[in-house]
């Protein structure tokens, strides 16, 4: 039995988005006891604040997954040096109405890849400053600023060897991280 329900948030939209292959390839590093779902953010409609006291069905989905997870794991890209505003779009809808968030105390980790060399340190950055205002623990340490290259995935879309040990480590941390303030 799963002890640990993980709500997985991947800020991309794109069919082959190295994101979400970084999402299914890195729970791969996760103990039994917990299991990861995906969190569908791609059908929301943009937020609107006239909408709060009557929200569709797409966000009281996307709130009910939340609630009923112990944890966060956000992949994201990096935009424009801060997150995609189809994250920030799920983050506002599941923030509001205002007082009755139902990220507050949901712990979290933040990983990406990008091409870039500085990997989606930016974005990273961005939405750490976003959750803390919304009161979710994020893991600080280590931090995981991926550049996609060759050898990141195997030929099964598993970590590559070359990655594996790094996060591996990012693993644990984020699982002892979720133990110690998941509630």
């Known amino acids: 039995m799963n002890r640990y329900q993980v709500a997985v948030i991947v800020g991309s939209l794109r069919k082959d988005s190295f994101n979400h ?35 569709c069905a797409a966000v009281k989905r996307l709130k009910a997954e939340i609630i009923a997870s112990h944890g966060l794991l956000f992949i994201s890209p990096e935009y424009n040096r801060s997150i995609p505003g189809v994250l920030k779009n799920a983050i506002d809808h599941a923030s509001r109405p205002y007082g009755q968030s139902v990220w507050a105390g949901k712990p979290a980790g933040i990983l990406g890849v990008s091409v870039g060399t500085i990997g989606t340190a930016m974005a990273q950055q961005h ?51 979720i133990d110690k303030h998941a509630c």
């Open 21 to 55: 292959k970084l999402a299914n390839a890195i729970v791969k590093l996760a103990p039994p006891e917990f299991s990861f779902k995906s969190v569908q953010i791609g059908d929301l409609p943009l937020y609107n604040q006239d909408d709060d006291n009557n929200p």
């Open 127 to 177: 939405l750490r400053n976003i959750l803390a205002y919304l009161d979710v623990p994020t893991l600080g340490q280590p931090e995981a600023f991926i550049q996609m290259k060759d050898g990141l995935f195997d030929a099964d879309e598993s970590i590559g060897a070359g990655s594996r040990n790094f996060l591996q480590n990012w693993m644990d941390r984020y699982i002892a991280w």
